[in-house]
């Protein structure tokens, strides 16, 4: 596990734009409408079998972010999968959940070899501490999954 | 066998027996630990590493009493630095009563601390740094883990600079920082200018695109080797400390850039990698164990003196305690760029022992001299002794609290579980400079606002699981946030938000209700912003319209699920 942003040198954030102009779809979820005190890890389940069916190994997803946010508001997230990305073996979605916000879905990121590399970064809203879920869909159709605790403290007191 | 009550005793029939002759003890304890012998060392190898961390700006020597609760939790239960008192003697078979039981442990402190005098003052620091060099030429590194530059009123005056001088004097090799950063983004950049040594702070990034921002890695050549340091920046330094102050930077732990680092310093050429650390020894005991190719790791942060090194696997962590307290000398012997033998040393600095240095004596005595007069001003005397570092309240933040109470009108009072801040013993007078040395942070604004008893909850539950969280990635902050007005019971081994209990408002013996809103005082708000006349200035008027202090130990705190070595009795 690495907090590092820069996980993968070879993509800078300017990389990242380029290619989300040129192929990744992002699909931002929370809508506005009345929201509910918080997720729980059951609403993310049922979001994510929304978005794919079957039950997740974990594995090959490595989900890179602070143990303990700086700011809630704007944390960093870098998720990368294990894969080649070649036509015969990609990733074909990443869905992000979250179970402390109002809603659980944060985001569908679909990716296809025309990508080189599954990896996604960018920033996101905790409003407390919770834990950050992904799903990986490949296109053989196998799901992976990873979690992370994301601490959101008050601070202070620092030592 | 003696049991510690009965040590107590003798202890106190040993003080009586002395007491009136203070100044023979004292004399006793000049004779039996001389300079020599606190130099005394079989070297070793071909570098010694000397190092030292959490000086706080203290140029001068001090009392500071070691914490008597320092509770492990998870995987760092029972083990250093979760010692405390008798627990540490037995560990490392000090005896009560000698110097090492002073300088290393809390264990009958108000009566020792009498016998051996006072520890650092970085003059003798000086002398022995250069008597070391002197006795390996060439083969000796000097590093500093941080927190260098904040903790006293010259270095608050004097925003840093007198450290950044006095630390140029002793000939620092490398630095890295975590309170040092709170003098702002500007002067941060002023004061690493003037150092004539690298900062290296490898963790810190720029928060609009991620660069590095400081050197991270420095490769000295000593002993015919080639040295890697790697410096390793307070993670939490925003959070813990306000983020508004540095806007530009972003911290973090960066495992993966640690090894990163340490790969490119081997790949360079290096025999010894050395991480420099502010991450404090939890924190450095895991990295320790998730990352390869570090030789040793530097500790800090955490203020833990341990007399030994303590090995991860092929890691060797050195803990050098705080305030000057201490030298670590570190002798290492390598062969084909693996460490194959060590030899290790926790030196407490005896100031009655070591013969200052003359030319850092001048040049502390220079920085101070334009502020002698503010320094020396007597505001009060405390009967009892007033000391902070612990996991719970010391009788220092007791009387802060106090003074917040009755300064501010509050009903509870809440102050920062900072680990500085020296101890002042029974008798001796409150000067300014001792209040300062509690108190000298560059956002001192008391706050006074009104807080639900829900609210107050919640924020005693977040303190204490960045306290007592098991895995000490996520402890980012210092000791339990103290209180004033206020009792509870905490349950360490329980998750976040089932830790506190019992609540009680001392003034009326009630409950604290969740609905309820409480007038509460507070300082060190992270928050831009805070308004309040500065805490120093809070404290101050209190104590010299109170004239005499008398804090005796409160018992606000009732702690359960705690590994009991990490909780003593002491002096």
């Not at chain 2, 998870?74 to 005896?95: C, Q, S, Y």
């Not at chain 2, 925003?238 to 490119?264: S, Y």
């Not at chain 2, 009108?409 to 409150?430: C, H, K, M, V, Y």
Request: neutral net charge; hydrophobic residues 40%.
């Amino acid at each position: 596990m690495s907090n590092d942003p820069r996980v993968l040198p070879a993509m800078t954030r300017r990389d990242l734009v380029l290619a989300a102009g040129g192929g990744v779809l992002a699909t931002l979820v929370a809508g506005l409408f009345p929201l509910p005190a918080s997720a729980d890890p059951n609403d993310v389940k049922k979001w994510l079998s929304t978005v794919a069916s079957g039950t997740p190994t974990p594995g090959k997803i490595t989900i890179g972010a602070p143990d303990i946010a700086e700011n809630g508001n704007v944390v960093p997230i870098t998720l990368s999968v294990d894969s080649p990305m070649t036509e015969q073996s990609y990733v074909k979605s990443i869905a992000i959940a979250a179970d402390g916000n109002p809603l659980p879905g944060v985001a569908i990121v679909d990716l296809s070899p025309a990508n080189g590399k599954a990896e996604v970064q960018f920033r996101m809203r905790l409003a407390k501490t919770q834990t950050v879920t992904a799903v990986a869909l490949m296109n053989d159709n196998s799901l992976w999954s990873a979690a992370k605790t994301i601490k959101v403290t008050i601070g202070g007191c620092g030592g | 066998m003696l049991s510690r009550r009965d040590f107590l005793q003798v202890a106190a029939a040993a003080t009586v027996l002395t007491g009136a002759s203070g100044s023979f003890a004292r004399a006793a304890a000049r004779q039996t630990i001389t300079q020599r012998d606190l130099l005394r060392f079989d070297a070793l190898g071909q570098v010694t590493l000397l190092h030292f961390g959490d000086i706080h700006a203290h140029l001068m020597p001090l009392d500071y009493r070691e914490p008597s609760i320092n509770i492990g939790v998870g995987p760092d239960a029972g083990l250093p630095p979760h010692l405390t008192g008798e627990h540490v003697l037995r560990a490392f078979k000090i005896a009560p009563g000698s110097p090492e039981a002073y300088a290393f442990t809390c264990a009958d402190f108000s009566s020792l601390a009498r016998s051996y005098g006072r520890l650092g003052g970085l003059d003798r620091i000086a002398t022995l740094v250069k008597a070391i060099r002197a006795e390996r030429p060439g083969k000796t590194l000097l590093l500093d883990s941080g927190d260098t530059w904040q903790g006293t009123y010259t270095s608050l005056q004097e925003r840093g600079a007198d450290m950044v001088r006095a630390m140029n004097a002793l000939g620092v090799d490398a630095m890295t920082a975590h309170w040092d950063f709170t003098y702002g983004t500007d002067r941060v950049k002023e004061l690493v200018g003037k150092l004539e040594f690298p900062f290296l702070c490898g963790n810190v990034q720029d928060t609009t695109w991620g660069n590095w921002a400081f050197d991270g890695t420095k490769i000295f050549e000593r002993g015919g080797l080639r040295v890697a340091v790697i410096g390793q920046a307070f993670p939490y330094t925003p959070i813990a400390n306000p983020a508004w102050l540095i806007p530009e930077w972003t911290f973090g732990i960066h495992e993966r850039h640690v090894q990163d680092q340490a790969d490119k310093a081997r790949a360079s050429g290096a025999d010894l990698v050395v991480l420099l650390s502010h991450d404090g020894f939890d924190v450095d005991r895991k990295l320790a164990a998730r990352v390869t190719g570090v030789d040793v790791i530097l500790t800090g942060h955490t203020h833990d003196a341990i007399p030994q090194a303590v090995a991860v696997g092929k890691t060797l962590l050195i803990a050098s305690g705080s305030h000057g307290k201490f030298l670590s000398r570190l002798d290492l012997e390598v062969r084909e760029r693996h460490v194959v033998d060590y030899r290790f040393r926790l030196i407490p600095v005896f100031s009655d022992a070591v013969e200052p240095d003359p030319a850092m004596q001048a040049l502390i005595a220079e920085i101070r001299r334009p502020y002698q007069a503010e320094l020396d001003r007597v505001l009060g005397r405390t009967d009892t002794m007033l000391y902070r570092r612990g996991n719970f309240n010391g009788t220092f933040d007791d009387l802060i609290c106090d003074a917040l109470l009755a300064e501010r009108d509050a009903e509870i009072a809440l102050s920062p579980g900072f680990r500085w801040g020296p101890t002042l013993l029974a008798g001796q007078e409150i000067r300014l400079e001792d209040l300062y040395a509690q108190t000298a942070i560059t956002y001192p604004a008391a706050y006074r606002q009104t807080m639900t008893g829900a609210a107050l909850k919640a924020a005693m539950e977040d303190i204490a699981d960045n306290l007592f969280n098991p895995d000490p990635y996520y402890q980012q902050g210092g000791d339990m946030v103290r209180v004033g007005g206020l009792s509870y019971a905490i349950d360490v081994s329980k998750p976040m938000g089932q830790r506190i209990s019992e609540m009680t408002l001392l003034r009326n013996g009630q409950p604290i209700d969740p609905s309820k809103s409480y007038m509460v005082a507070g300082w060190a708000s992270v928050k831009q912003g805070t308004q309040g006349p500065p805490i120093f200035d809070v404290v101050r008027s209190y104590v010299e319209r109170q004239k005499i202090v008398k804090i005796p130990p409160r018992q606000l705190v009732r702690v359960t699920g705690a590994d009991p070595r990490g909780i003593a009795a002491c002096g």
